[in-house]
């Protein structure tokens, strides 16, 4: 009983982050480890990927579709006019290397491109090629995952020590209730920063959030871990740094973490459907890419509900936690305002069933009010008074 409700504590945890449904992944990582070739294969754009440190110098954004077996099998259902699907925007942000935080290489202007986003694909390499250099010299993954990290909360730390030094001397001039508890915030922060913690992994109180959320903190932000290996090693699924790499990760937060080979990815691209077919038959693998903007998706605490007819099916995406009203407003603003009801239909029933009729021949229609909280999934029908809204502006 005690795990059941420790999970539901956890599902009910605040989120750390801006609120909103146009999230964005920035990939991150030190030079020459592969970022922009995964970019290029996310997002199938050009953007430099030459062995040069510092060949990324503007951040590239990309928005890539996010793969999802319920929607094509909607698409197929009722062949609407228009398909929209889920969407994930990626940035991809040249490398940081050790110093950063004080300016070295390119560094502040890079920080400031992560702080944009709201999460970090964090790309560690672990294939080791002569002709593309190691900016550290030889391949240590773990060493690569310190320095990003040390780098990120020395930033955060100056950050925080900022706002905390203005706050405490505005506290000396007038006191203020409000300025207070932020301080105390920004105080526990330090602390945590202080301590080689990253924000995201401790337990804040409700209140904290908002405070917290205003700074954009970059450790603040939820990781997912792309380890890049080498052809060879990726088909025979293993390299000699994964477990110390899975070990650094489970004890810095075990947040999800993927491998993918890039030059493998950059080889599929350039395949035929039969071509590709064959290769992966032969060698038992396949491409990492759905999974890498799944996980990413996901790590966002997205989730997205479908609306569905002949004229089109398309996937919403919303904050996971979020109710009924807060979903009609994804669509348009005044579905929120003037929200009546959700018709829900969930879509393994609609599937099972076959159509709506069926589905509400068997009692699975359900009509749910403002309460009502989203599932992922779910198929949904809004009901809202848009007369005279207009007027309430």
């Not at 599902?11 to 480890?33: A, F, Q, T």
């Not at 110093?99 to 944009?116: E, Y």
């Not at 709201?118 to 002709?131: L, N, P, S």
Request: charged fraction near 30%; include cysteine.
């Amino acid at each position: 009983m005690a795990s059941k409700k420790g999970k539901e504590e956890e599902v009910k945890r605040p989120v750390l982050g801006r609120p909103g449904n146009n999230l964005s992944m920035g990939i991150v990582g030190l030079p020459n480890v592969g970022k922009s070739t995964l970019f290029n294969v996310l997002t199938k754009l050009s953007v430099p990927a030459e062995n040069y440190p510092f060949c990324t110098i503007d951040p590239s954004d990309a928005r890539v579709n996010v793969p999802d077996e319920r929607y094509e099998w909607l698409v197929n259902h009722f062949k609407p006019a228009s398909q929209v699907p889920a969407a994930l925007s990626i940035t991809d942000i040249a490398g940081l290397i050790r110093g950063a935080s004080t300016g070295q290489g390119l560094g502040n202007a890079f920080l400031s491109h992560i702080r944009a986003v709201d999460g970090i694909f964090h790309v560690c390499r672990v294939f080791d090629e002569a002709d593309v250099t190691h900016v550290e010299g030889e391949i240590d993954p773990v060493r690569d995952l310190e320095i990003i990290m040390e780098e990120l909360i020395i930033k955060d730390l100056e950050v925080v020590n900022g706002i905390k030094d203005k706050t405490e001397r505005e506290l000396k001039v007038k006191k203020d209730k409000v300025k207070q508890a932020e301080f105390e915030v920004y105080t526990k922060l330090a602390e945590v920063l202080n301590d080689k913690k990253q924000v995201r992994l401790v337990d804040w109180k409700a209140a904290d959030i908002d405070v917290i959320n205003s700074l954009q903190l970059l450790t603040a932000k939820p990781a997912v871990y792309l380890v890049n290996m080498s052809k060879a090693d990726y088909i025979r699924k293993g390299n000699k740094f994964l477990g110390k790499i899975k070990a650094w990760v489970d004890k810095n937060g075990g947040e999800p973490m993927v491998p993918v080979c890039g030059a493998l990815e950059t080889m599929f691209l350039d395949m035929n459907a039969d071509e590709m077919k064959k290769f992966v038959e032969e060698n038992k693998v396949g491409t990492s890419i759905p999974k890498i903007i799944s996980t990413g998706y996901h790590s966002l605490q997205l989730i997205h509900f479908f609306t569905c007819g002949t004229d089109e099916v398309k996937c919403w995406t919303l904050r996971a936690g979020a109710k009924a009203p807060q979903a009609a407003g994804v669509i348009h603003t005044d579905f929120e305002r003037g929200f009546v009801c959700a018709e829900v239909m969930k879509y393994e029933e609609y599937k099972e069933l076959g159509s709506e009729s069926a589905v509400k021949a068997a009692g699975k229609y359900k009509q749910e009010g403002r309460n009502y909280v989203v599932n992922d999934g779910d198929m949904i029908f809004f009901k809202a008074n848009t007369v005279g809204l207009d007027k309430k502006k």
